[in-house]
């Protein structure tokens, strides 16, 4: 079994960045697809962003494209998502999560994905 655990999250100013990672154990992270999600109070958990097993092909929800970039390095295990422009919108708990699916292409939905992190917070202050 796949664990996750994610780091970077804080409070930003409206505008600032902030580069979010995921690390992940055992020896078959790179045979899966990887995304993000998150979570605002009182509101479902959303996709965010999708990338490939080899990390190829990336996917972003409309509201997040051209200011996020997922990307991984499965030498190290590990998946980022670099966050630019943040807006007050943004703020939420985020969560990484694996591919239910060896070798398969990324999903955008919830039920596609078999494991998950504990969250990181991310405050985005207006």
């Known amino acids: 079994q796949v664990q996750l655990v994610e780091s970077g999250g804080g409070l930003v100013q409206a505008g600032g960045s902030l580069r979010l990672s995921c690390a992940a154990s055992?020896?078959?992270?790179?045979?899966?697809?990887m995304a993000w999600f998150r979570q605002a109070p009182g509101k479902e958990r959303e996709f965010v962003a999708a990338?490939?097993?080899?990390?190829?092909?990336?996917y972003y929800a409309d509201s997040v494209r051209g200011r996020f970039t997922i990307d991984r390095d499965n030498a190290k295990n590990t998946l980022y998502l670099q966050m630019n422009s943040l807006k007050p919108e943004d703020t939420a708990v985020y969560y990484c999560?694996?591919?239910?699916?060896?070798?398969?292409?990324?999903?955008?939905?919830?039920?596609?994905?078999?494991?998950w992190g504990q969250g990181t917070q991310v405050t985005v202050s207006s």
């Open positions: 999560a694996k591919s239910g699916k060896a070798f398969s292409s990324p999903r955008t939905t919830l039920g596609e994905y078999d494991s």
């Open positions: 990338t490939s097993f080899r990390g190829g092909s990336t």
């Open positions: 055992g020896r078959t992270f790179s045979h899966y697809a």
